[in-house]
């Protein structure tokens, strides 16, 4: 496809998903909600159906590494629990219409700050069909159009599940207002990052490739989900099984996530803690790349190089480093993190609240797994990805965050004269 056939194709889509966005964003939440409803019956009703495409998809897939073969695959509980997020989402309040503030001046006039749809929005994404769904039902209850682009190692599962998506628009009697990109050509995801004026905003949620190239070209606001790179420290007063049961969970519950530990930070108070955390990881099949001191309490670590400090292995490897206290760990996240998510595992409040007001990233959590990084564990139903930046949205972005507002005033005839 040449660039000026994908920005004439680009065009079309956009033009077409917006008028249906103003039809959304002027209806009803029991509409909306109706629509997702009935959008989560079709995906159980036609189970055998995504599962036979999702399987044809992973048959031709491949050079996916382990990451990316696990986010591709669905099973009968992952297609249930993509049901059951859609209709968790359509049971959240609208997020439509909410009265952000309201003031009056002395002149009389009346100021509502109200919030609206942000318009039409491109997600760009790779290999995880899972978020056709919920970026959808995410733009969809929030009365945003969305264009979706999945990676071509999904497309038939995309497919699958976008068929529900519109058959449920159409049963509530609303457009197609959540348009998939039927072309895996490369020039479109150029043509979609210049279309300014077309489309309103692009989340990426991929790999660190993708988002630096959405980042670089980009002429439509981006709000970026970057690597996951999180921390579990471990403070001198962490209660040893709590520890334990923590950082197994943060690293080995699934490892493929952007919410998986990569680091873990040890005080050098608790050698004997050291010991067992490392011990257990390495017991489950976990690598432990170690610096000096941690290499020093089982040889069965193996040395750390500077590239691990910021490594995301997205696998059953973690590094691992000895710190002094909660400056030398703070130090530490600040230099390396990703501004994800960080953790610190302690029985002491005080270090507690030290280490959350320290550490300047979208999600940090106290004696809690890191993998709690999730927009449907933050009750948010599901999440268009975890946004690290600072603008305008930071961790899970859920209905609330793909809003913004505009302002109504209201006069009785005022001028200023």
């Given at each position: 496809m040449t660039e000026a056939h994908a920005r004439e194709a680009v065009r079309g889509w956009a033009e077409s998903v917006r008028t249906a966005q103003r039809v959304l964003a002027a209806s009803s939440a029991d509409q909306r909600r109706a629509a997702l409803r009935a959008a989560a019956d079709l995906v159980r009703g036609r189970a055998d159906t995504v599962l036979a495409a999702n399987a044809a998809d992973r048959a031709a897939a491949s050079g996916l590494s382990?990451?990316?073969?696990?986010?591709?695959?669905?099973?009968?509980?992952?297609?249930?629990?993509?049901?059951?997020?859609?209709?968790?989402?359509?049971?959240?309040?609208?997020?439509?219409?909410?009265?952000?503030?309201?003031?009056?001046?002395?002149?009389?006039?009346?100021?509502?700050?109200?919030?609206?749809?942000?318009?039409?929005?491109?997600?760009?994404?790779e290999s995880r069909p899972n978020v056709t769904a919920e970026a959808a039902a995410l733009c969809l209850m929030s009365g945003n159009g969305c264009i979706l682009r999945g990676g071509s190692e999904a497309a038939r599962s995309n497919a699958a599940l976008i068929a529900c998506i519109e058959a449920g628009l159409a049963a509530a009697g609303l457009p197609t207002a959540a348009l998939l990109v039927p072309s895996q050509d490369r020039a479109i995801v150029g043509s979609l990052l210049g279309a300014a004026g077309l489309i309103d905003l692009v989340i990426p949620r991929g790999g660190k490739s993708l988002v630096a190239r959405v980042e670089a070209e980009a002429r439509v606001p981006v709000l970026s989900h970057l690597n996951g790179i999180n921390h579990v420290y471990v403070h001198?007063?962490?209660?040893?099984?709590?520890?334990?049961?923590?950082?197994?969970?943060?690293?080995?519950?699934?490892?493929?996530?952007?919410?998986?530990?990569?680091?873990?930070?040890?005080?050098?108070?608790?050698?004997?803690?050291?010991?067992?955390?490392v011990a257990a990881l390495i017991e489950r099949g976990c690598e432990v790349r170690g610096d000096a001191a941690v290499a020093a309490l089982d040889a069965r670590v193996r040395p750390a190089s500077e590239a691990d400090w910021g490594a995301?292995?997205?696998?059953?490897?973690?590094?691992?480093?000895?710190?002094g206290g909660i400056d030398e760990a703070v130090a530490h996240v600040a230099r390396h993190g990703s501004g994800h998510t960080d953790a610190i595992v302690t029985g002491d409040a005080a270090a507690a609240e030290r280490f959350l007001g320290s550490v300047d990233s979208a999600?940090?959590?106290?004696?809690?797994?890191?993998?709690?990084?999730?927009?449907?564990?933050?009750?948010?139903?599901?999440?268009?990805?975890?946004?690290?930046?600072?603008?305008?949205?930071?961790?899970?972005?859920?209905?609330?965050?793909?809003t913004t507002y505009k302002t109504l005033v209201r006069g009785t005839g005022q001028v200023r004269g």
């Open positions: 382990s990451a990316l073969a696990d986010r591709l695959a669905l099973t009968p509980a992952r297609l249930e629990a993509i049901a059951a997020g859609l209709e968790t989402v359509a049971a959240l309040p609208d997020p439509l219409g909410r009265v952000l503030k309201r003031w009056e001046r002395p002149n009389g006039l009346c100021f509502e700050r109200v919030a609206v749809p942000i318009g039409v929005i491109a997600i760009i994404y001198k007063a962490a209660d040893a099984d709590i520890a334990e049961r923590v950082m197994l969970d943060a690293k080995l519950r699934r490892t493929a996530v952007c919410g998986a530990a990569e680091t873990l930070l040890i005080d050098a108070a608790r050698p004997d803690l050291a010991r067992r955390l995301e292995y997205l696998d059953a490897i973690i590094a691992a480093r000895i710190v999600i940090v959590l106290w004696n809690a797994s890191t993998q709690f990084a999730d927009g449907g564990e933050f009750g948010f139903g599901a999440e268009v990805g975890i946004a690290t930046g600072r603008l305008h949205a930071r961790g899970p972005v859920g209905l609330e965050e793909l």
